[in-house]
């Protein structure tokens, strides 16, 4: 992993092919373009090459928000896996499969490889000219960029260019966000992510966070599970509760999983605590005001969640301390999001585990590379900015709202509004595709980078409030296309063209990144006498920055002052059911969903591939007639999908759910056209509090259209394996299916 002597960008010169247009592409190496390329012998191989034998480089995955880091296994100048990096506090040497995938994105065949004007193939100084004529033509006030979640020196070089453009429209966007968690965490505990000790916890009671799946940080939060159901762990070996309307990976491994009406997770934690009271438990009068209106008899009746098991959740919490608490993404889709997250975080308060098990963490000192975090309330700001007309020029990087955002919003329509649409894209996605230019950008495996994770992990062995790391991103391999860029170097000819004194200095956004990490290097924990080259190397080798952050401590003061539930979610007697749009661990938004594995991956519940599904609980099949592989079309008041039927019980008869990031209309051949879309029915509802779209609140029907298929799934289609063997069935077309012969 140590470079030692030699130079990091030489490496990447030297790894069978050099120069600035070189592809490795597949065997033929068929991008080749004759007469351009410097080639590098072989026979000269630097002293860490052996031939053979893989050298690995610590590098970040960009597969999510997490943050992991990674190193990349390279043999022969290509990078061929990626592994957890085993000195990190955020994965400690362990990764996800979604993590994994990442080497798909990387040669991924459908990934933009020119410059695009209304689809044609440009050179980048005509897309960089065309740029700047478009912006000369505007005011600052009327450009916006819209990105994900960012951090690092690519978000300060990108604050840098939206003052140079003197804009402050910044708008930052993540389809499935915690945002509603974040703001109820600040007003219980003080930060918005603290740090969840689920090692240190003898129970954890999880309302639909699916922390061993997609939520927050699932690798971390997977090496905390398994200390806490180890045997001889000094607390012993922990219980996990999962209680959540559909059953998550996390719910599949809970030693009790409870059905709970979907958003009355708030009532159900306030008849817990009023059974905790009911039991010996000393109660903050301030809370028992509220939750002794929440009798065992009324919270059963809301929840369907029974008297009996509210009391043995009481007796547990009770008996088993210190706990742990956790509100999810299935608590927060409701107009009542951030009330269901509060009653749930006033549990933590009322059974002492602030401290404990929700802990201080630390943020760090630099503002211009700490993380923003993305939400779905940022995309509404845009678009009604967009349909206003008040952006002329809009920029967007990481995002694919076009795809994600509900139908209702009309966004496709207002960012057609936008007279100059630029998209800095791996893929031609919807967003791409709705774009004036398209800059291709560079995988993660090929550029530069910093980041800085949104929730800061500590080492094992060293939980101190303070730990605060940045973690590099560091090219792994040539790149695979000759023409693509990294999104720091785009950034960077960009303020050149505003401020070309300002940034002469720097030829790339290597020497940018390079000089702004030295600048800081004693905050960064190096010493001032340190030298540079020896500073910048280690920082490469280890991946990894540990420094001093700025500890925010947690404090108890969840507050029940305010809190309204409302009794029960009402149901549209047109729309009789709950829809639950499911984040799985590897589809996610689908921003991924052009990597075979993932699609090849069989959905760790259900066992399906290659295609989307409704989940039904079988008595609510029962009564609607539907029997598994019915194709049935689920509709909202916004909009409507078709897709297969499949049975589960593990879902509450009152909801359905059908996973997103499915059904996308471009982006590459592994997208387009599987599955069904569920972000473009859902309605257009918000959380009161935070004016975050609520996921949760659409309500549909659903009717069969009188087809039928055989479900592609691991299991095969009647369940289970034969004699021990694993089978998948195909899928059949639905007019070769006799359904006279169906049940
Ligand atoms: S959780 Fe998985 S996808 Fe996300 S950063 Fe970690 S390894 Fe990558």
Redesign the pocket.
């Known amino acids: 992993m140590t470079e030692n002597d030699f130079n990091r960008r030489d490496f990447l010169k030297v790894l069978g092919w050099g120069g600035t247009a070189v592809a490795l592409s597949g065997c033929g190496n068929t991008s080749i373009q004759d007469g351009q390329e410097t080639v590098t012998s072989y026979v000269e191989l630097p002293s860490y090459v052996i031939p053979s034998i893989s050298n690995y480089f610590n590098s970040t995955?960009a597969?999510?928000d997490?943050?992991?880091n990674i190193m990349g296994r390279v043999r022969e100048g290509r990078v061929l896996k990626a592994e957890g990096n085993p000195n990190s506090p955020i994965?400690r040497g362990k990764?996800?499969g979604?993590?994994q995938s990442g080497v798909q994105a990387h040669y991924n065949p459908d990934r933009v490889r020119q410059p695009l004007l209304k689809g044609e193939a440009i050179t980048w100084d005509k897309a960089l000219g065309v740029i700047a004529q478009n912006l000369s033509a505007v005011k600052g006030a009327e450009v916006a960029f819209l990105t994900g979640g960012m951090s690092g020196h690519v978000q300060a070089l990108l604050g840098n260019y939206m003052d140079a453009l003197g804009s402050k429209n910044h708008f930052s966007y993540e389809a499935i966000s915690p945002a509603v968690l974040r703001a109820a965490n600040k007003k219980a505990y003080g930060v918005s992510m603290p740090r969840y000790r689920i090692d240190k916890a003898k129970v954890v009671v999880s309302f639909g966070a699916d922390f061993l799946g997609a939520w927050v940080s699932?690798?971390h939060f997977t090496q905390q599970y398994a200390q806490f159901r180890k045997g001889n762990r000094p607390e012993g070996r922990g219980v996990l509760v999962q209680i959540e309307p559909k059953m998550t990976l996390t719910g599949a491994n809970a030693d009790r999983w409870i059905a709970v009406r979907p958003g009355t997770e708030g009532v159900l934690a306030l008849g817990i605590i009023n059974a905790l009271g009911k039991a010996g438990l000393s109660i903050p009068a301030d809370i028992a005001a509220v939750s002794n209106a929440y009798t065992a008899e009324r919270v059963s009746g809301e929840t369907d969640v029974s008297a009996e098991q509210i009391g043995k959740l009481a007796a547990l919490l009770k008996e088993r301390t210190p706990s742990l608490v956790l509100a999810g993404g299935a608590v927060e889709g409701y107009a009542h999001g951030s009330q269901n997250a509060t009653a749930i975080a006033l549990l933590n308060r009322v059974l002492g585990n602030v401290g404990k098990t929700v802990e201080a963490t630390a943020s760090v000192p630099f503002p211009q590379i700490a993380p923003t975090v993305g939400n779905r309330s940022s995309l509404i700001g845009l678009n009604d900015g967009l349909a206003a007309g008040k952006y002329k020029v809009v920029f967007s990087y990481g995002v694919n709202p076009v795809f994600s955002a509900p139908a209702s919003l009309k966004f496709r329509d207002n960012f057609a509004k936008a007279e100059f649409k630029v998209a800095f894209a791996q893929y031609m996605d919807e967003t791409a595709l709705a774009a004036d230019l398209v800059l291709p950008l560079d995988s993660a495996m090929e550029d530069w980078g910093t980041v800085v994770p949104e929730y800061m992990a500590a080492p094992a062995e060293d939980h101190s409030a303070a730990y605060a790391q940045m973690s590099f991103r560091q090219p792994l391999m040539q790149k695979v296309f000759p023409d693509t860029r990294g999104v720091g170097d785009i950034l960077l000819a960009l303020l050149k063209q505003r401020e070309a004194d300002k940034y002469k200095e720097f030829e790339d956004f290597y020497s940018y990144l390079r000089s702004a990490v030295l600048k800081n290097k004693v905050a960064l924990g190096g010493k001032a006498t340190d030298d540079d080259e020896t500073f910048w190397d280690n920082t490469l080798s280890q991946g990894i920055v540990p420094f001093k952050g700025i500890a925010n401590p947690v404090s108890a003061k969840a507050s029940a002052a305010g809190l309204k539930l409302p009794s029960a979610v009402t149901a549209d007697s047109s729309y009789p059911l709950r829809l639950i749009p499911a984040v799985s661990a590897s589809m996610r938004d689908g921003r991924n969903a052009n990597e075979p594995w993932l699609q090849e991956s069989p959905d760790p519940l259900t066992t399906i591939v290659w295609d989307s599904w409704v989940e039904i609980n079988p008595k609510t099949a029962a009564k609607l007639g539907i029997v598994e592989g019915d194709i049935v079309e689920v509709a909202s008041k916004s909009g409507s999908i078709r897709t297969q039927a499949y049975l589960f019980p593990g879902i509450h008869p009152d909801a359905v759910s059908v996973p997103v990031g499915y059904g996308h209309e471009a982006m590459g051949r592994y997208a387009k056209g599987v599955g069904a879309n569920v972000f473009g029915m859902l309605d257009t509802v918000f959380d009161k509090e935070t004016g975050e779209l609520a996921l949760n609140e659409t309500s549909v029907k659903i009717s069969k259209v009188g087809q039928r298929v055989i479900i592609v799934k691991e299991e095969g289609p009647v369940g289970g394996s034969q004699d021990g063997k694993k089978k998948i069935a195909v899928q059949v077309s639905a007019d070769k299916v006799d359904l006279s012969k169906e049940v």
Request: net charge neutral; aromatic share 0%.
């Open positions: 995955c597969q999510c997490a943050g992991c994965n990764m996800c979604l993590g699932p690798v």
